[in-house]
């Protein structure tokens, strides 16, 4: 993701709201729930490598994606910037999505995508049993999420910050949080933190950022914990929401990938090596998070630096 400090840098300039991600068009699909995108991000997909034959190994995942002819992702059709369908065009549409086409033009040689609408509470299932190949979700790796899957990166960098209804008052801290109601999604990082830093704090979760939305603008709790990215886009799009404090975790995002799948593992950071070295990598995140995040791309953190990656 981008960094932290550049990301908050400009929250109050997007406190209006970030906007697009993952990509799509409207043609049936084989997997329920699924959404088909070939185009979006042909612009700045046109310098994207494709493997060389001999790395697309037979037998492996790579070949069975060439043969099927489409990666199939576990995404969000919802996320502002980051992987959301464009209701003018069916197109799925930001910094997940396109770099989701990315990695399927590297194996296949076209950016055919299938996204998989997923929650955080499905993802581990939908890569265990084989319903996608590969999850781009704002998916923070953790120790204990690389135990029930394989992350490749991370290719991003965020952290939690906190979102209220506009003129909230008595919350620019973690802290202030303690015996409030506190809304987060479910099975994400916010809630050990949130009960770290504020233990006398309710939780109540939701399956997904927009659910976590509406139930803060209903009042059901007086604060959303969530990754900052994603509130700084919902913040842009809605001017009932204000982003009271900077980041206070550190949220290394990875690429989610069938557990023990170390030679698709290796094969995708190749692939995310490549892309950051051509210039491909920060051309998708100045046309989607660069959008409202003001200065050059990001430095995209180490491969392999974090735990669980």
């Given at each position: 993701?981008?960094?932290?400090?550049?990301?908050?840098?400009?929250?109050?300039?997007a406190m209006a709201g970030l906007t697009a991600c993952a990509g799509t068009d409207s043609a049936s699909s084989a997997v329920p729930g699924a959404a088909p995108s070939e185009g979006g991000g042909s612009g700045v997909l046109a310098k994207a490598p494709v493997a060389a034959a001999a790395d697309i190994l037979p037998g492996s995942t790579m070949e069975k994606i060439k043969q099927r002819g489409e990666l199939i992702v576990g995404g969000s059709l919802d996320a502002p910037l980051l992987s959301q369908q464009n209701p003018a065009?069916?197109?799925?549409?930001?910094?997940?999505?396109?770099?989701?086409?990315?990695?399927?033009?590297?194996?296949?040689?076209?950016?055919?995508?299938?996204?998989?609408?997923?929650?955080?509470?499905?993802?581990?299932?939908?890569?265990?049993?084989?319903?996608?190949?590969?999850?781009?979700?704002?998916?923070?790796?953790?120790?204990?999420?690389?135990?029930?899957?394989?992350?490749?990166?991370?290719?991003?960098?965020?952290?939690?910050?906190?979102?209220?209804?506009?003129?909230?008052?008595?919350?620019?801290?973690?802290?202030?949080?303690?015996?409030?109601?506190?809304?987060?999604?479910?099975?994400?990082?916010?809630?050990?933190?949130?009960?770290?830093?504020?233990?006398?704090?309710?939780?109540?979760?939701?399956?997904?950022?927009?659910?976590?939305?509406?139930?803060?603008?209903?009042?059901?709790?007086?604060?959303?914990?969530?990754?900052?990215?994603?509130?700084?886009?919902?913040?842009?799009?809605?001017?009932?929401?204000?982003?009271?404090?900077?980041?206070?975790?550190?949220?290394?995002?990875?690429?989610?990938?069938?557990?023990?799948?170390?030679?698709?593992?290796?094969?995708?950071?190749?692939?995310?090596?490549?892309?950051?070295?051509?210039?491909?990598?920060?051309?998708?995140?100045?046309?989607?998070?660069?959008?409202?995040?003001?200065?050059?791309?990001?430095?995209?953190?180490?491969?392999?630096?974090?735990?669980?990656?």
């Amino acid at each position: 993701m981008v960094s932290i400090k550049r990301v908050a840098a400009v929250a109050a300039v997007a406190m209006a709201g970030l906007t697009a991600c993952a990509g799509t068009d409207s043609a049936s699909s084989a997997v329920p729930g699924a959404a088909p995108s070939e185009g979006g991000g042909s612009g700045v997909l046109a310098k994207a490598p494709v493997a060389a034959a001999a790395d697309i190994l037979p037998g492996s995942t790579m070949e069975k994606i060439k043969q099927r002819g489409e990666l199939i992702v576990g995404g969000s059709l919802d996320a502002p910037l980051l992987s959301q369908q464009n209701p003018a065009t069916g197109e799925v549409e930001g910094f997940d999505a396109d770099l989701g086409k990315a990695l399927a033009k590297y194996i296949i040689g076209q950016p055919k995508v299938k996204i998989v609408n997923a929650a955080s509470e499905t993802r581990e299932a939908l890569l265990s049993n084989g319903t996608v190949d590969v999850v781009f979700q704002t998916y923070t790796i953790t120790p204990e999420r690389a135990e029930q899957v394989s992350f490749a990166g991370p290719y991003y960098s965020s952290g939690l910050s906190i979102a209220v209804k506009k003129g909230t008052t008595g919350i620019s801290s973690p802290q202030d949080l303690n015996g409030k109601t506190v809304i987060a999604g479910a099975n994400t990082p916010a809630i050990p933190e949130i009960k770290k830093l504020a233990p006398q704090a309710k939780i109540i979760t939701f399956g997904g950022d927009p659910e976590c939305v509406q139930a803060l603008k209903q009042d059901r709790g007086v604060a959303y914990v969530q990754d900052e990215t994603l509130l700084v886009a919902d913040a842009k799009k809605d001017p009932e929401l204000q982003v009271v404090t900077k980041p206070f975790t550190q949220d290394p995002y990875g690429i989610g990938l069938k557990h023990g799948d170390d030679q698709f593992k290796s094969f995708v950071n190749d692939w995310l090596k490549k892309i950051q070295a051509n210039g491909v990598w920060q051309d998708v995140w100045k046309s989607s998070l660069g959008t409202v995040v003001q200065g050059e791309a990001p430095t995209p953190p180490e491969i392999g630096s974090v735990p669980g990656s």
